[in-house]
C-alpha cells in the first residue's frame, strides 16, 4: 500500500536553528511530492511541490525540499526557522497516474522557541 | 485567489443525529475531497468526488456518505453519528488532469469544521 513516513512526530527548535524535516514515500513509480503547513488555527496550506525537472525546491518564506528518487525521499529544510514558523507540517504525495488522490504523512509538530 | 469555504467552524451534536457538512469552492475546479485529521493520524481521505454526482470512497468511508449535485459543493453526511466521529473534517478541492501541469493534483483546503458527538 502507499503510504507516506514522517519521521519525527515534535521538533522542538530554537530561533535561528537549521531545520530539517524528514520524509520518505513508499510507490514505485512516478510521483509528484507535496509539503502542507498548518499554522495554529489556519488551514493547511501549500508550501512548496515537486513535479518534475530540479530536484531542489523552492517554497515560500524560505522553505525548501530536496527529492531523492534513490533514497524515496523529500525532506523538508529552512536554514534559519523563526517563531512564526510553528506550525504541524505535512508530507503528501501523489502516484502520478491521474488518481487525483493524495496520500499524507501523520504530521510533523514543529515548535520554535524565541 | 481559490477559496474553499466550510459551514460551520464548530459543530455540537448528539449521538445518533444525522449530520450534515457542507463544502463550497468557487474556482471551478472537477475534484472535490473529505479528510478527517486526528492528533498523530494525519490527514485521512473519506471519499472524494471527481465530478457531479461521481463519487469514490476513500480510506475510511465506513459510516458516512457524500453527495455532489452542484459542481461547487461536496457535503458529507454522517448518517448516525457516534461518539468515534469526534474529529476535524477538511475539505479540499483541486483540478483535474488537462488544466495545465503547474496546477494539476495541489489541492486547496477550507478552513475545517471541528465535530464533537456526545
Sequence with gaps: AQSVSQHNHHVILSEAASLELGCNYSYGGTVNLFWYVQYPGQHLQLLLKYFSGDPLVKGIKGFEAEFIKSKFSFNLRKPSVQWSDTAEYFCAFESGAGSYQLTFGKGTKLSVIP | ??????????????????????????????????????????????????????????????????????????????????????????????????????????????????LTVT
Design chain 2, 1 to 114: 485567489d481559490v477559496k474553499v469555504t466550510q459551514s460551520s467552524r464548530y459543530l455540537v451534536k448528539r449521538t445518533g443525529e444525522k449530520v450534515f457538512l457542507e463544502c463550497v469552492q468557487d474556482m471551478d475546479h472537477e475534484n472535490m475531497f473529505w479528510y478527517r485529521q486526528d492528533p498523530g493520524l494525519g490527514l485521512r481521505l473519506i471519499y472524494f468526488s471527481y465530478d457531479v454526482k461521481m463519487k469514490e470512497k476513500g480510506d475510511i468511508p465506513e459510516g458516512y456518505s457524500v453527495s455532489r449535485e452542484k459542481k461547487e459543493r461536496f457535503s458529507l453526511i454522517l448518517e448516525s453519528a457516534s461518539t468515534n466521529q469526534t474529529s476535524m473534517y477538511l475539505c479540499a478541492s483541486s483540478f483535474s488532469v488537462g488544466r495545465g501541469l503547474a496546477d494539476t493534483y495541489e489541492q486547496y483546503f477550507g478552513p475545517g469544521t471541528r
